[in-house]
């Protein structure tokens, strides 16, 4: 038996900027803080919500008296945050507080600034420190510090992005993750990587998969059993795309296809190039155009796009099912 | 007699007759959509109970693109079962708990009389506790990145300092967990530590250590339920669901008394689960089996979570199914009567889910 290589693995980076609309007791909540003044709301039982509730946790009223609150706060509960992720509030070793302003009786999460645990204790009296540029977020309270530190902090981080819109926050997202294709579709990989194309076929229906999927859709088993499969096939069905967007690589007209291989059972989209758009045709028979060797990696961007061979057209009735 | 107890008395009752989960591990090298951690417990349940892919009335699962860092991940698992032709499907973005409880309202209305659940996480895949952090309010909790290990832990030091809990109790709940999880293969984390062993250890998040945290764990569960009356025909002693029920406490962190949970109160007091033999509990967190325990009123006599529970792995919308699981298997070997389950999802123990599960009468 031979080792295998691992599977092929990348990082990947996802990233959005969620915009979200406000309402009336965030937005007010929000605005108030782009101008350094922290609002609560008055619950049905008195008692004063920071940051506010928009709805009443116990009698679901809706919730519309502000009051103003203090900027200085106690720590009710801390924990100790030793090795920050990315976009924490402070970037080197910190304290997570819920902090009850003076004035509320919710308490709000929120990062102190101190440089080691012995400096944190519940009970501790806390103040905001303000971002350098407050945009109407949450993040214009960059952190607390305790009431007593001296006021030479370095500079806040950026502020988020300002929505174009009032009553809108912007809150970006950034993930990463290591991304790991199956070993199934590393085989597949590798091998384009060497100019083949590699399906798998289900042991139960034997039909072949291209690229290989590591079970059968149909059966919910494992494919296991290899093929190599030539780089000439058919369409099965097509458009030809008319409307530019971005990011697009091809100037329009072009023609998107799904190109069934000789001996594959399903079909894959790729590009159809070689001829002008209004001569593809359901059941053309096509080869790939690789790219230049030199060029390849692994990936099915070697095959630049798929030609016609000229041969006569596969009747109808041998591709319908896989319409 | 109401005809909310004639309902009751009527009513179909749903049985756990299977349950298969993969073997935690800190890193698997499958994909994010769990096809390669799913195919063969799928494989394993349904050789348990004789049944096949046709015969199956409903399926579900839960599991996180958020998690998984793609979209519709989800679809991709469905690969794992063979969804051609048509299934009848559905999913939730939660713990496959809450997709066992969806695929047990579909029993108990008759629409169906099998279903499979399962649910899958690679938690591995991402940085876990700043990707757990997105459960929390949008605007002004998400955007500070709160990890979920940070979260945890002010709730631990709120029961610390007003003496709920101490440091020892929940070393020894580590210590316990460990152990029993040595007669479990599929654990991820076990061994035998003193508590004082464990209380030697440096803080890791302040108040708590490493023990207090489960692992981050990739891995994957199934559990099969039929209607009680199929539920003999395919399984010898099955673990009829006699009551299910799920609440959810404030998502404001700061609102909330942190060291109760008033929703597995609330859950616990519908069902009457006094006189378990066994409960499963998902407790990321040592001081959350405190919690737990206190809040479904679970006696000394109780045996808590004997699989070694999540502290010994907890693989992300799979380890509540598996709690579920583990608790109806103790009804089907016959190592106990009656056993409950929890499952919990978000920080801090927002939701809850509490089921109980009888031998057959």
């Known amino acids: ?323 | 007699m109401s005809s909310e107890t004639w309902l009751q008395d009527r009513a179909i009752r749903p049985a756990v007759v299977g349950f298969a989960q993969s073997d935690c591990v800190r890193r698997t090298q499958g994909t994010t959509n769990g096809v390669e951690m799913l195919v063969p417990i799928l494989a394993e349940a349904f050789e348990q109970t004789g049944l096949s892919k046709s015969d199956i009335g409903f399926w579900c699962s839960g599991s996180s693109d958020y998690l998984a860092g793609r979209a519709f991940s989800f679809i991709s698992a469905v690969d794992a079962i063979g969804a051609f032709p048509p299934i009848n499907e559905s999913h939730v973005e939660m713990d496959a708990a809450w997709a066992l409880y969806e695929a047990w309202v579909k029993i108990r209305t008759g629409e169906v009389d099998t279903a499979l659940v399962y649910g899958f996480g690679k938690s591995s895949a991402g940085t876990l506790r700043r990707v757990l952090s997105l459960q929390t309010d949008p605007y002004t909790v998400a955007p500070l990145w709160p990890d979920s290990v940070s979260i945890a832990a002010l709730q631990a030091r709120f029961g610390l300092e007003s003496g709920r809990w101490s440091e020892k109790d929940m070393a020894e709940v580590a210590a316990r967990s460990l152990a029993d999880a040595r007669a479990n293969p599929q654990a991820q984390r076990s061994g035998e530590s003193s508590v004082a062993e464990l209380l030697d250890a440096p803080l890791t998040a302040d108040p708590l250590r490493a023990h207090d945290i489960a692992p981050i764990t990739d891995g994957a569960a199934v559990v099969i339920l039929a209607a009680e009356d199929r539920a003999s025909d395919i399984a010898a002693r099955p673990a009829v669901i006699t009551g299910i029920e799920h609440r959810v406490d404030s998502p404001v962190l700061g609102a909330r008394d942190l060291t109760r949970s008033p929703s597995t109160e609330s859950a616990g007091a519908a069902l009457g689960v006094g006189d378990v033999d066994v409960a499963e509990l998902h407790a990321p967190f040592t001081h959350q089996e405190l919690i737990l325990r206190h809040a479904l009123g679970l006696g000394d006599d109780v045996r808590i979570s004997p699989s070694g529970g999540v502290l010994a792995g907890n693989p992300m919308f799979a380890a509540g199914l598996a709690r579920i699981g583990e608790a109806a298997r103790r009804v089907m070997t016959g190592d106990a009567d009656r056993t409950l389950a929890h499952a919990t999802s978000g920080p801090a123990l927002q939701q809850n889910l509490v089921t109980v599960m009888e031998a057959q009468s």
């Open chain 1, 1 to 323: 038996m031979t080792t295998e290589a691992p599977p092929l693995s990348e990082p990947l980076e996802i990233q959005f900027d969620y915009t979200r609309s406000l309402g009336p007791v965030l937005g007010r909540f929000m605005t108030g803080l782009a101008e350094r003044r922290i609002e609560g709301v008055v619950g049905s039982d008195g008692r004063v919500h920071v940051p506010p509730a928009e709805y009443d946790p116990v009698t679901a009223e809706a919730l519309r008296e502000f009051v103003e609150v203090g900027q200085q706060g106690t720590v009710l509960t801390w924990s100790w945050c030793a090795d920050p992720v990315a976009g924490q509030p402070i970037q080197r070793p910190f304290a997570w507080a819920l902090i009850r302003l003076d004035g509320a009786d919710t308490a709000m999460l929120h990062a102190v600034d101190v440089t080691t645990p012995e400096r944190m204790r519940t009970g501790m009296r806390v103040r905001v420190r303000w971002a350098d540029d407050p945009v109407g977020h949450i993040r214009d309270i960059a952190y607390f510090l305790p009431v007593d530190a001296p006021d030479d902090h370095p500079p806040t981080s950026p502020p988020p992005p300002v929505a174009e819109q009032d009553g809108i926050m912007v809150t970006p997202i950034k993930l990463g993750y290591q991304h790991t294709v199956s070993p199934e579709e590393s085989r597949y990989l590798r091998a384009l990587g060497e100019g083949k194309l590699i399906g798998q076929r289900c042991p139960r229906c034997e039909k072949v998969y291209l690229p290989p999927r590591g079970a059968c859709p149909t059966d919910g088993v494992p494919t296991t059993t290899e093929v190599e499969l030539p780089d000439t096939g058919i369409v099965t069905t097509f458009c030809i795309v008319n409307v530019p967007f971005l990011g697009q690589q091809i100037t329009p007209p072009y023609v998107v296809a799904y190109i069934l291989l000789d001996g594959a059972d399903i079909a894959f989209l790729h590009l159809v190039r070689g001829c002008d758009v209004d001569q593809v045709r359901m059941g053309m028979r096509v080869r790939a155009q690789w790219r230049p060797r030199e060029e390849w990696v692994t990936s099915m961007r070697n095959i630049a796009h798929f030609k016609p061979t000229g041969e006569p057209d596969a009747p109808y009735e041998s591709y319908a099912h896989h319409l």
